[in-house]
Every structure is written in C-alpha cells, then in structure tokens.
C-alpha cells in the first residue's frame, strides 16, 4: 500500500481557490499532505505551478495527494464557474472539500472614496463569487459523505474599521450568504464553516500593512492546519466562524 493512502483524506477531492499563493497555497499543500486530491484555481499559472511542485515535494517526502490545476479570474470569468460544478461531477462524482480563500483587499480608503472600480473588483472576489461557487458546487459537496466547505473570513467584518470599508463590508456579506448556506444544509451531512486566520504574512497583509515586520505575523503554514482540520470527515461543526486566534 502506498503511504498516500494511509492519510485521513486519502481518496477525498478538494477545490481550493487562491492556491497560487498565500493561506490558500498552503491550506492545499497541508490537503494534500494528508492525502487529498486538489484542484487548485487562482489566475496565476506560475503561482499555481509553484504549488504544484510543493505538492508533489511534500507526496515524494511523505505521501499524500496530487494536484489538478485551473487557471481561473474570478471576476472576469465568474460566467464560466457554471459549468465547474458539473465537470467536478462528472469527473470525480463527488466533491469532498471546498477551500475558498481567494481574496483581494481594494485600497484602504474612506468609503468615500472608494473608486467603482475598487469596489466592483473587491465585491466581485470576495463575494459574488462565494456565491457563484456555492451554486455550482452546493450538488457535489451534497454528493459526498463527508462533504466540508470552508471560506476565509475576517474578523473586519464584525469591527467596521476607518479604510477598510470595502473589504469589510464584502467580507460581511460573505459571512452572511455563508451562515445562511450553513443552516440550509444543516440537515445534511455537509458542514459549511467560516475561518478567520487573523493577521497572516502574504501579499494581501503586506499591501494592508506594508511597514509592519512580517515575521512577527503568523505564518500561512502556521494556519494551513487549523483550515484542514475543519475538512476532515469527523468535524461536525458547521455554521461556525472559527477563529485562529
Ligand atoms: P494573498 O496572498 O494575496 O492571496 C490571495 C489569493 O487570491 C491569491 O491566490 C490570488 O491568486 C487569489 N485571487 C485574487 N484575485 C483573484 C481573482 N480575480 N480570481 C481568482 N483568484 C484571485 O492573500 P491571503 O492573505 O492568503 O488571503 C487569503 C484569504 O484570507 C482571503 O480571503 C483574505 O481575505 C483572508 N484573510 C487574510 C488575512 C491575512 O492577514 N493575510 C486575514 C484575514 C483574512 P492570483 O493573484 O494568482 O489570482
């Protein structure tokens, strides 16, 4: 027996966004290492790639899954999501995981300044397409036994905070759409959880935060775990926002 087949999400499929870079890359890398399949989207191939390679590092080293990749822009291509549910479908005939964390921050700014296009983009990332993936990909989530979303949160969203308007308010509509999802499956054996990381070392931190010392922040590898744990098929909490700290 291979040892890929001996981690506790051995034979789970997994779809991760923003697994270019970041908490999403390393919440799919930590997937994999306990053994998942993932899909990883973000729009940068390279990023996507460099993923890849420590996906398979990490299966060479101590088993576990392997990697599909799909270069996707959630706002420009947010049409093209529909037909990603049913290829999912049709490919695995399940979906066992859902990792959203893709995410842009805007320009920190008083709302009343907020350019259109700041805004449009911080909506179109954060929440218009939480949206269109849980459309897409509520009936293979529904499809497995043990099926686990979880979508990255802050707690910005809960504190409204002069300059992040934008941001927190998309990721207060975010929390909502979510915690609604999670009551409407609540009967089912998929559970929907939010996560929020707190302040984490990536290019989103630094564009907020650019004279703070990032390694006096937690590191996305420090959080990949706390992530993971909430897809394995023993977690029963759901309709949560989970914090790391
Ligand atoms: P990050 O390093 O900037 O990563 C963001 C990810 O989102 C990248 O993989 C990026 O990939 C992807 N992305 C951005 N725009 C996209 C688009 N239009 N289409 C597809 N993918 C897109 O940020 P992070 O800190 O890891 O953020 C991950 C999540 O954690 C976000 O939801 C964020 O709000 C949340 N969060 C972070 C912190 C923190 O302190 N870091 C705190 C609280 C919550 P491409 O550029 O390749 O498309």
Redesign the pocket.
């Known amino acids: 027996m291979s040892a890929s087949l001996q981690g506790p999400l051995s034979g789970r499929v997994a779809l991760v ?8 890359a390393a919440a799919a890398i930590e997937l994999a290492r306990l053994g998942a399949h993932c899909v990883l989207t ?3 191939q390279g ?1 996507l790639e460099e993923t890849d390679d420590a996906i398979r590092a990490v299966s060479k080293a101590h088993g576990g899954g392997s990697a599909t990749l799909l270069p ?4 420009k291509d947010a049409d093209k999501l529909d037909p990603l549910g049913p290829s999912v479908f049709e490919r695995f005939g399940r979906l066992d995981i859902l990792v959203h ?4 921050l805007g320009t920190l700014t008083p709302v009343a300044h907020i350019t259109p296009r700041d805004w449009a983009e911080v909506v179109a ?2 929440l218009t397409a939480a949206w269109r993936l849980i459309r897409t990909l509520d009936p293979p989530l529904r499809a497995s036994d043990a099926g686990r979303a979880v979508i ?3 707690g910005l969203a809960r504190s409204p905070t002069p300059y992040w308007g934008a941001y927190g308010a998309s990721k207060a509509g975010l929390e909502h759409l979510v915690s609604t999802w999670a009551a409407e499956v609540a009967a089912t054996p998929l559970r929907v959880n939010l996560f ?5 070392n ?4 630094a564009k907020a935060m650019p004279g703070e010392d990032p390694m006096s922040l937690a590191q ?1 590898a420090d959080v990949a775990p706390r992530i993971a744990a909430l897809c394995l098929p023993g977690e029963a909490r759901s309709g949560e926002v989970v914090r790391a700290a």
């Not at 966004?17 to 999403?24: D, E, F, L, V």
């Open positions: 966004t923003g697994a270019s870079r970041g908490i999403g973000a729009r940068s990023g996707f822009d959630l706002q964390a893709a995410g842009v990332v954060n990255l949160t802050t929020d990381p707190g302040p984490v990536t290019k989103l931190r996305p």
